[in-house]
Nanobody, 122 residues
Framework: EVQLVESGGGLVQAGESLRLSCAAS????????IGWFRQAPGEDFKGIAYIRERDNTPVYADSMAGRFAISRDSAKNVVYLQIDNLKPEDTAVYSC???????????????WGKGTLVTVSA
């Protein structure tokens, strides 16, 4: 069974950092692009970044460059998203998705996790 399970969300104060995890199982991890997306209240999903083991070159959405860093640990089948200097506008459900083709479009991925909520207080 293909599974992506996110963790690491929570309530934090503005200026703090978080590292989110996306644990993968049930598919050939190294062959798939894994991306991070977020959905703020009342908004659609926005792509943050994706990465694949085969080339290990992260790609970021233009609007997300700077405070976000995606990385992966193939030994553990986990993809991380480091978020620094969190702002209240970063409050959202953060989800990871997997796909055979690279995309920052959430709906272009083949499968998704259920997400983890990040709430940033001012």
């Amino acid at each position: 069974e293909v599974q992506l399970v996110e963790s690491g969300g929570g309530l934090v104060q503005a200026g703090e950092s978080l590292r989110l995890s996306c644990a993968a199982s049930g598919f050939a991890f190294d062959n798939y692009y894994i991306g991070w997306f977020r959905q703020a209240p009342g908004e659609d999903f926005k792509g943050i970044a994706y990465i694949r083991e085969r080339d290990n070159t992260p790609v970021y959405a233009d609007s997300m460059a700077g405070r976000f860093a995606i990385s992966r640990d193939s030994a553990k089948n986990v993809v991380y998203l480091q978020i620094d200097n969190l702002k209240p506008e970063d409050t959202a459900v953060y989800s990871c998705g997997g796909g055979y083709y690279p995309t920052l479009n959430y709906y272009g991925m083949d499968f998704w996790g259920k997400g983890t909520l990040v709430t940033v207080s001012a």
